[in-house]
């Protein structure tokens, strides 16, 4: 499984590419005319580049099929889910600590809530994705990338009409149970997608 995960992350590294800056680009001069969205858009975006990230690597794997050689590899479909699922964990924590740096240069201050937001948009992104990915192929997992990429601009837009300044509303969390109740949310979630995710590979089998 950790033989997987190189692998991903390898490609990763050499599917980078400056295209990615042309997306933040939208989101990035909605948060100049709404500065109090700023960093909550900016850095939403960001975990969306970071999780999609996984797709590509899906992608890859379907175009040089990738599966039939596992097939004949003496590894189970669940290392190869886990393998996915553990890499959505690893880009979760870059963007948590991205995040954490962001917060303390903005803010002053270093803020939980954004390190949680980081994990909790990234796996659920994932969780998502990767057994849709597995039962269909990524070419209609990417429905889901369009939809997810409009996301922040849709919120600071309607934070905006009903008069909300997010940073102060969501610095008011001073209290765990937002950070426990995401936490139960993603245990859940996760097991669900994980099971979904082997039922799938052991179909395509």
């Not at 960001?46 to 996984?54: C, E, K, P, S």
């Not at 794997?61 to 959505?88: C, G, Q, V």
């Not at 905006?160 to 993603?186: D, E």
């Amino acid at each position: 499984m950790i033989g997987l995960l190189k692998k991903d992350m390898l490609l990763i590294v050499k599917s980078l590419s400056p295209i990615y800056f042309i997306a933040i680009m939208p989101p990035l001069m909605v948060s100049l005319n709404n500065p109090n969205y700023s960093i909550f858009i900016i850095l939403t975006v960001f975990d969306f580049l970071v999780a999609m990230q996984i797709q590509t690597t899906m992608e890859w794997d379907e175009r040089t099929h990738w599966k039939n050689t596992l097939m004949s590899m003496p590894i189970r479909a669940e290392a190869a889910a886990f393998s996915k699922y553990l890499l959505a964990f690893v880009l979760a924590s870059f963007a948590g600590v991205v995040h954490g740096i962001v917060s303390i240069i903005i803010l002053k201050k270093l803020s939980a809530f954004y390190i949680v937001m980081a994990f909790v948009v990234i796996i659920i992104y994932n969780a998502l994705i990767i057994p849709v990915s597995f039962a269909f192929g990524t070419n209609k997992s990417k429905y889901f990338l369009i939809i997810f990429v409009t996301i922040p601009t849709f919120l600071a837009y309607l934070f905006k009409k009903l008069n909300i300044n997010i940073s102060k509303y969501l610095m008011s969390f001073k209290t765990g149970r937002i950070y426990i109740f995401s936490f139960c949310v993603l245990i859940v979630f996760v097991c669900v997608s994980i099971a979904v995710s082997i039922k799938a590979l052991n179909k395509k089998e």
